[in-house]
């Protein structure tokens, strides 16, 4: 059978036409109370006034509903105030307090030899949330000029090892940032005025500025590995200030610190940094061809 011209023509827009099958006929977005939706139809979309976005620019997930290391939940369990745990021992105080005796851990340190005298407890004392640790004293201090130069380093190590948490508010206006890198000329002069073995330890160090009125309280969290380390706000050996303190930060204020954290966890190896419920994945210090960036 002979084939015309116009029968050629449309064997090759055929040929060219996508498969019906291959067509993307789905739609993605977001509903107002958070939820995601891929439906084929608008018609199943499952709610009103919903954003549509595609699938691969969907937003991230609420920040509670992300996965854990289990060891974070076991640390905050540990410092949740209505954890029964914890409620034990102020039970045991307010029940002793009001048959004005000392329960009983507290009578056998006093057997023990003498302590700091704690205030009267009455019968109106009541289970009180954990407060935030008040940080010790800094044992390490930096002149200005030294002090901008680590904070500007902070800032460029951000380039190659990435260590930045965004912390907004529940409208989505930002609050403050904090960046957190390694540097081995500080964590060398660190251990070596703390007195610490080189060997036994590493040092991160951090800078938040507040972009609004806020709180900042340095609750740290350091995983690897299936290891977590929380550094101890009340202790100078684990936990520091080098610029301003924990508390209230005026907008624009800056607070500069270290963490001090065992040498088990590497720099060089991907490690895990939580700030609360925020985290962040990084390298703090990659490796170019077998040697550390130290800047």
């Not at 509903?31 to 549509?52: K, L």
């Not at 948490?165 to 540097?183: F, K, N, T, Y």
């Amino acid at each position: 059978m002979r084939t015309t011209l116009p029968s050629l023509c449309a064997a090759a827009l055929l040929a060219l036409a996508p498969p019906l099958a291959a067509a993307d006929s789905t739609l993605s977005g977001v509903c107002p109370d958070g939820s995601f939706f891929v439906v084929q139809s608008r018609g199943s979309v499952p709610c009103q006034n919903p954003h549509f976005v595609d699938a691969a620019d969907l937003p991230p997930l609420r920040p509670y509903l992300l996965p854990r290391p289990y060891t974070w939940y076991v640390d905050q369990e540990a410092r949740n105030p209505n954890n029964p745990y914890n409620l034990v021992e102020a039970a045991e105080k307010i029940r002793a307090a009001r048959l004005g005796s000392k329960p009983a851990g507290e009578a056998e340190r006093t057997a023990q030899g003498p302590s700091a005298q704690a205030p009267a407890l009455t019968a109106a004392v009541r289970p009180s949330p954990i407060a935030p640790a008040p940080p010790s004293p800094a044992l390490l201090a930096l002149a200005d000029d030294e002090l901008r130069d680590l904070v500007r380093l902070i800032g460029l190590r951000q380039t190659d090892s990435p260590a930045q948490l965004e912390v907004s508010d529940a409208r989505g206006d930002a609050r403050m940032r904090i960046q957190l890198a390694w540097s081995a000329a500080f964590e060398g002069y660190a251990l070596a005025t703390l007195g610490r073995d080189p060997a036994s330890s590493h040092v991160i160090v951090f800078a938040t500025l507040a972009e609004s009125d806020t709180d900042f309280q340095p609750n740290f969290f350091v995983v690897q590995n299936g290891r977590t380390f929380r550094p101890d706000p009340s202790s100078a050996s684990e936990l520091g200030f080098l610029l301003g303190t924990a508390g209230k930060l005026a907008a624009g204020e800056l607070a500069v610190g270290y963490l001090i954290v065992p040498s088990s966890f590497d720099p060089q190896a991907p490690l895990e940094l939580f700030w609360n419920d925020r985290s962040v994945e990084t390298v703090l210090a990659p490796t170019s061809a077998g040697v550390v960036s130290s800047r």
